[in-house]
């Protein structure tokens, strides 16, 4: 077997420490799984712009929309482990990881999580001036009414539908959870009658519950809503097991070397100390959410555990 001089073997360490000591010498961009002006794409193009200043290369949004961000997810996971393409990813993308029967990635083992960007409240409401007060008065009518109470949410498979199985489920209920194409569609059931309660993103909500149209009766995180403190979480109002929320982060192909992924952590996280971006963000009713690439796996695989355990509990076929 021919032996590489050792004098070459070890000239490649110092060169692959210059690399990352130099990143970037060009442009980065990332991928957002999502179309442009919506709560993601103004995320990642907010945090982007900062990012941009701190590492002094550009760093553009690139939008590749479809079949709930694995088309983003197969752009990032085929580039090339250098730091210059990353991935917005989210709680969206755990669920995917668990409901498709067969992804081009494994999400665990594709890429290599950065850092956490922000955390955004789900919230069950009810139509203003109904039946419904608090959420103990939903649970006491959906025990003595078994079946009856209609729960609705946007699509089968995203955050809220689970977060809404996971309740049904915390809370021992047999109530019907019907979801519709998308928020308008759960706000107008709501308004109209058609169905009992709703649970969605606070985001798209928010105008409605401002305008006494939607009563929020709990919102599913570990901690009350900044905007809308005067409403109990659910284990507050008595479900235990239930504690769900969004978020978005980004991630890069793995085997991105470890100094590189520094780097970035510390760009995306001086971005979130800044005070215009974290003004930005909260307008979006989005909590800014500096962290470690260890937290950000660990928010990622803890999200693949607790939905895949939602969508077998609740026999949702595989997609």
Same mark, same amino acid.
């Given at each position: 077997?021919?032996?590489?001089p ?7 360490y ?15 961009r /990332? ?11 103004? @995320?990642a ?13 550009p760093v553009v949004?690139e ?14 996971a ?6 210059? @393409?990353?991935?917005?990813?989210s709680?969206?993308?755990?669920v995917?990881q668990?409901?498709?029967?067969e992804l ?5 083992k594709?890429? #290599? ?8 409240d789900?919230?069950i ?11 103990t ?6 025990r003595s ?10 699509? /089968?498979?995203t955050?809220?539908?689970?977060a ?14 019907v979801?519709?194409?998308? @928020?308008p ?6 308004r ?9 993103i606070?985001?798209p ?14 919102? #599913? ?25 969004s ?8 085997g991105?070397?470890a ?5 970035l ?9 800044d ?5 930005k963000l ?15 796996? #660990?928010?990622?695989s803890?999200?693949?555990t607790?939905w895949g ?7 949702i076929a595989?997609?």
């Open positions: 077997m021919q032996r590489r050792l004098l070459a073997v070890f000239a490649l110092p060169f692959v420490g210059a690399r990352a000591q130099d990143f970037p010498h060009k442009p980065l /990332i991928v957002v799984p999502n179309a442009p002006g919506g709560a993601a794409d103004i @995320t193009r907010t945090v982007a712009e900062h990012m941009a200043r701190t590492l002094g290369k949004v939008n590749r929309p479809g079949a709930g961000g694995v088309v983003a997810g197969r752009v990032v085929s580039a090339a482990p250098d730091g210059y @393409t990353l991935l917005l990813i709680s969206g993308s755990a995917s668990v409901l498709f029967k081009p990635y494994d999400t665990l594709a890429f #290599t999580p950065v850092a956490p960007l922000a955390t955004f789900l919230v409401v009810a139509k203003e001036g109904g039946a419904f007060k608090t959420l008065d939903l649970v006491a009518y959906a009414h078994p079946g009856k109470v209609n729960l609705g949410t946007p699509n /089968i498979g955050t809220q539908h689970l809404a199985e996971l309740f049904k489920s915390a809370a021992g209920l047999n109530l019907q959870v979801p519709f194409r998308g @928020t569609e759960v706000v107008n059931a709501i109209g009658g058609q169905i009992d309660a709703g649970l969605d606070l985001s909500i928010l105008s409605q519950i401002e305008g006494h149209a939607l009563h929020p009766l709990a919102v #599913t995180g570990a901690r009350r809503s900044r905007v809308l403190p005067a409403v109990p979480t659910a284990r507050e109002a008595g479900i235990e097991g239930l504690n769900a929320a978020w978005n982060g980004v991630a890069v192909p793995a991105t070397p100094a590189v992924v520094q780097r952590n510390a760009a995306v996280n001086a971005a979130l100390a005070a215009d971006v974290r003004a909260q307008a979006l009713n989005l909590d800014p959410h500096p962290g470690t690439p260890q937290e950000a796996a #660990t928010m990622l803890d999200d693949i607790r355990k939602v969508i077998q509990a609740a026999g595989p997609q």
